[in-house]
């Protein structure tokens, strides 16, 4: 049985893994906790998912690899500091593996391998991601991941800069630079989580877009990172990528 506590329960995407354990025939659910106060609830879980919040995130996780729990993260917000910070912790703490997924959505994990794969045959790429009005954070870490991997993939096939005159924008136009990649953030009342991937060359684009219609098609992603975690070959590990072989 995996024993599994949730960080974030009464939350949008942690009601959600709540209900998910709690069908699981493998999975036992520990406890749902809402606030650092409570954490100790969790204290018997091996393994602790995170769906909370940027700012509350790094210290769950400093508190997780302290105690040797393995944790699945889908709370965004991290870039390279945050990653080697965790690197850092897991040095001094070795035991506890952990997962940290910008999209659980297995299609989404497919639209940014995608995305990465036609990257290099394009003279520009830009990100829109579009999202719930609620949404803590902008660009969503879906947007910020993908960006990072689009430009990964140019500068390893040595892709010429994108092209763009613009000399003179009212601020924020032309959306975030992210590792030299627009991502442009909506924030639409309606919607759930979307992104699409904009592509161009000489004559012809392409678009890639992934849209989740419910919060419920993030779970079999989150199951399927409680099962694995722990045998992953990495203290730390970004993206269910590898877990789905997409490498
Ligand atoms: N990787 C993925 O596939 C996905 C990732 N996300 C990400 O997940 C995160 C949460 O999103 P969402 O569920 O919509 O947000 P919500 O605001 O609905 O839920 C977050 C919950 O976490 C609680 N919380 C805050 N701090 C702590 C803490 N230290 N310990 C335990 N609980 C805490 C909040 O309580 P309170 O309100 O009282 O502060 C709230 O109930 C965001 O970063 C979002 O981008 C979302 C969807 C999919
Ligand atoms: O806050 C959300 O809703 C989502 N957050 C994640 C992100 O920031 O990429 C994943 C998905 O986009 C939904």
Redesign the pocket.
Known sequence: MFKVGVFGADG??GSEVVAAVQAADDMELVAGVDSAADRDAVGAADYVVDFTHPDAVMDNLEWLIERGIHAVV?T?GFDEARLERVRELQAANPGAKVLIA????IA?VLMMHFAQKAAPYFDSTEII?L??PN???AP??????TAEMVAEARREAGTAPMPDATTSEIDGARGADVDGVRVHALRVAGL??H?EVVFGTSGETLKIRHD?MN?TS?MPGVLLGVRRVADLPEPLTLGLESILGLE
């Open positions: 949008r995407m889908g965004s910008p999209n659980f959505g989404a991601e999202h719930h949404k803590a954070d969503s870490g879906t947007a910020y991941r759930i989580a992104q989740s919060r993030f």
